[in-house]
């Protein structure tokens, strides 16, 4: 993973308080539960990616009044700044077996919310580098809602996050482990 491309500081100027989620906008996503769970919250939603489940969730979004963005398909350098925009990043999944997304938005610093499922509770260490709530609309809201409510939580979080993705799969520390594992099979 690019730890000098998905960097904390940027140029980018805060909006309001905005989600951000990057992924395929399909049914194991958890997605129609994370537009529900903005209700009530004084946040935008933004979408990014591209599915079968676009025409529903943006009906769902127009039918409850939702402030939500569907910004379809960004080129993988155009998301290190969407991250840094964001107030929080969020991976509501059922499971992921290599959550790329999650990885790049710590990597770039920023507070992230992630179900408490396979794949996404082993990378976020609960409380230290991110959250991890259920899957269900009322799960998420509250933890939407309280770190939309903490910027001193979302900076802890953040910065913890992005120490953990340098040590973890920054590219020097890949090709450490990959030296390691070359070694040992050369003998």
């Given amino acids: 993973m690019d730890t000098d491309l998905f960097t904390p500081g940027g140029p980018e100027p805060k909006r309001g308080d905005v989600v951000l989620y990057v992924g395929r906008l399909h049914v194991e996503k958890n997605l129609e539960p994370l537009l529900l769970a903005m ?10 990616g591209e599915g079968p489940l ?15 963005r569907f910004l379809g398909r960004v080129a993988n350098q155009e998301l290190p700044a969407l991250m840094r925009q964001a107030t929080v990043c969020v991976l509501p999944s059922k499971g992921e077996h290599h959550p790329k997304a999650l ?84 003998g």
């Fill in 54 to 68: 676009r025409p529903a969730l943006e009906a769902l979004a127009q039918e409850r009044g939702l402030a939500a």
């Fill in 103 to 186: 990885i790049e938005a710590m990597a770039a610093g920023a507070a992230v919310l992630g179900s408490d499922a396979p794949g996404i509770r082993e990378i976020i260490a609960p409380e230290v580098s991110g959250l991890l709530s259920g899957l269900e609309a009322a799960d998420i809201h509250q933890a939407l809602g309280r770190l939309l409510g903490d910027e001193p939580l979302r900076a802890r979080l953040g910065q913890a996050a992005r120490e953990q993705m340098v040590a973890d799969y920054s590219f020097a520390r890949v090709l450490d482990l990959e030296l390691c594992m070359l070694s040992e099979l050369v």
């Fill in 39 to 48: 209700e009530g919250l004084k946040a935008e939603l933004w979408l990014v």
